[in-house]
């Protein structure tokens, strides 16, 4: 057993580590403020490497495993969650289905551009009804002339208005249930094909998060990704890998916020002393680290088995239920930690803690992971 990463692995860390702070930290309260998405942001981490990180070099992408690609996300995240959760959508939901189930066609039109950075990527499977029951999808897909025709409305899309291409699910064979949903990939611009309202959000303001409307939307027969009724058994799977770059993403804000308070802690004085001298805010420093430390063992622990091609359903669950919580809690002690300059927006604590609750209910709420994780557990006895 091995706890350490090889020198590349420190390499590319330390590489995003200083991408996110000479190019990412400057903006990030503007972009959260006015909402910007920041595409020149993601051009740049496509010439990194960051759009593709795990996609084969023969597709565009940089070659890498899911290691890599936390330590990817968590850096990005460190500084600012709206990229993290970019590429972690951008990477692990849309290229991947399509690198996972697209045809050989469809690999070289769609997951190129993608890994390279100059197409944004979405994944839309959540409906104003088919949240955590995705398998209630409404959107239709009738079979039409050899192609398809969908109708339908999803909602929470992350890039639903800015994606150049979204992988949208819908019920092609009404009677048999989960077993009847298909994915689709479809390009912007096609006609009947639109995205709806763009969310207000509470946190990750910068990250686009959209409806995807379909009215009569008209694709032909290579729409169709992977086959006919396997799209909502796919979407699992990928959610597998997509809940570890999930887990990575809470792990970076859960850092950024904890170096953020300790180094606030060493500094600010009450009663005559440094406030990290009090017993109170070490023991909040002690848990936080302690539950960091825990997330990036249950992380790196999915990701090593997900580069080994093992089934990780219950590891990247446990990885992602745990990292979430555990950054939820760290940003909360590090807002107490600051205080009252946690709560207004000169520090960074309370954007951490806005930005980091997603991570509890994206990708499977933290009940939906504890029903994943109980279901394994169980089948596996
Ligand atoms: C910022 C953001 C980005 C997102 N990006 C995407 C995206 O790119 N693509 C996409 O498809 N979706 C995306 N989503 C949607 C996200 O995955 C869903 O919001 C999530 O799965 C929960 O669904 P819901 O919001 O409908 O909540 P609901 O399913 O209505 O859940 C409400 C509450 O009930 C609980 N609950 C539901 N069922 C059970 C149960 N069986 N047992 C116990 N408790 C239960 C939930 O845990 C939750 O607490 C995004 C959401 C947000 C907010």
Redesign the pocket.
Same mark, same amino acid.
């Given at each position: 057993m091995d706890f350490g990463f090889s020198d590349d692995q420190e390499l590319l860390r330390r590489t995003v580590r200083d991408f996110a702070e000479t190019e990412i930290a400057p903006h990030v309260r503007r972009y959260d403020e006015s909402q910007e998405f920041p595409r020149e942001i993601l051009r740049k981490a496509g010439e990194l490497g960051l759009m593709g990180i795990i996609f084969p070099e023969e597709y565009g992408g940089a070659g890498l495993g899911y290691t890599e690609y936390a330590i990817a996300v968590e850096e990005l995240s460190r500084v600012d969650g709206s990229i993290g959760i970019a590429v972690a959508?951008h990477n692990s +939901?849309c290229t991947n289905h399509i690198f996972q189930s697209g045809s050989e066609e469809q690999k070289r039109k769609y997951v190129v551009p993608l890994a390279s950075g100059s197409w944004i990527g979405?994944?839309?499977?959540?409906e104003p009804t088919a949240?955590?029951?995705a398998a209630g999808t409404r959107t239709v897909a009738k079979a039409d002339g050899g192609g398809w025709v969908l109708n339908g409305t999803k909602t929470?899309?992350?890039h639903g208005s800015v994606g150049d291409v979204v992988v949208v699910f819908a019920v092609t064979d009404p009677d048999k249930g989960r077993h009847g949903i298909s994915a689709f990939v479809i390009d912007k611009g096609t006609p009947g094909f639109r995205p709806g309202k763009k969310e207000d959000?509470m946190g +990750?303001r910068a990250?686009d998060?959209s409806e995807v409307i379909m009215e009569d939307c008209r694709v032909g027969p290579t729409a169709l990704l992977g086959e006919r009724g396997h799209g909502f058994v796919d979407a699992m799977k990928i959610l597998d890998g997509g809940r570890i770059s999930i887990a990575a993403l809470a792990l970076g804000m859960a850092r950024g916020a904890f170096e953020a308070a300790a180094k606030y802690a060493k500094q600010r004085e009450q009663f005559g002393r440094a406030i990290a001298e009090f017993q109170a805010i070490q023991f909040m420093l002690s848990e936080m680290a302690t539950r960091i430390d825990a997330s990036a063992l249950l992380i790196h622990r999915a990701a090593w088995m997900k580069d080994r091609g093992m089934k990780t359903t219950r590891e990247s669950a446990m990885a992602k239920l745990y990292a979430s919580e555990a950054g939820v809690y760290v940003a909360d002690r590090a807002l107490q930690i600051f205080g009252g300059y946690g709560y207004v927006k000169d520090f960074p604590a309370e954007k951490f803690y806005r930005d980091v609750k997603?991570c509890t209910?994206?990708?499977?709420?933290?009940?939906?992971q504890r029903?994943v994780i109980a279901r394994e557990i169980l089948s596996s006895l």
């Open positions: 959508a +939901l979405a994944w839309s499977l959540t949240g955590s029951d929470f899309t992350t959000k +990750l990250s998060t997603l209910i994206g990708e499977g709420t933290s009940e939906i029903l």
